[in-house]
């Protein structure tokens, strides 16, 4: 039953925030400019700005963590070995 009621939810509920940023996009569909150094500007639409930044968040959220997975998976390797020395030594007595 659980797996029913997931199978018909997931995909409605993905529809309904495809139509909210899809609704989003066109309301905040008006030209930026965007101005950097020395006079260049760059003109895009807000949703794009947006979007843009949203993925830079997320890329750097992700790299941030990429650090803290490596130092588990380190650890975590640490501790088989550890455990199987452990082991080995017992077996021997």
């Known amino acids: 039953m ?10 409605i509920v993905g529809v309904a925030l495809f139509l909210a940023a899809l609704g989003f ?3 905040n569909s008006g030209l930026v400019t965007l101005r950097y150094y020395l ?13 843009i930044a949203f993925v830079l968040g997320a890329v750097a959220g ?4 990429f650090s803290y997975v490596y130092r588990q998976r380190r650890e975590i390797l ?4 550890e455990r199987r020395s452990r082991m080995r030594t017992k077996a021997e007595d």
């Not at 659980?2 to 995909?11: A, C, D, E, I, S």
């Not at 992700?62 to 963590?65: H, L, N």
């Open 2 to 11: 659980k797996q029913l009621l997931l199978r018909f939810v997931t995909p």
């Open 25 to 27: 996009a066109v309301k």
């Open 39 to 51: 006079g260049a500007a760059w003109q895009m639409p807000l949703v794009v700005v947006l979007f």
């Open 62 to 65: 992700v790299a941030a963590s």
């Open 78 to 81: 640490y501790l088989k070995r």
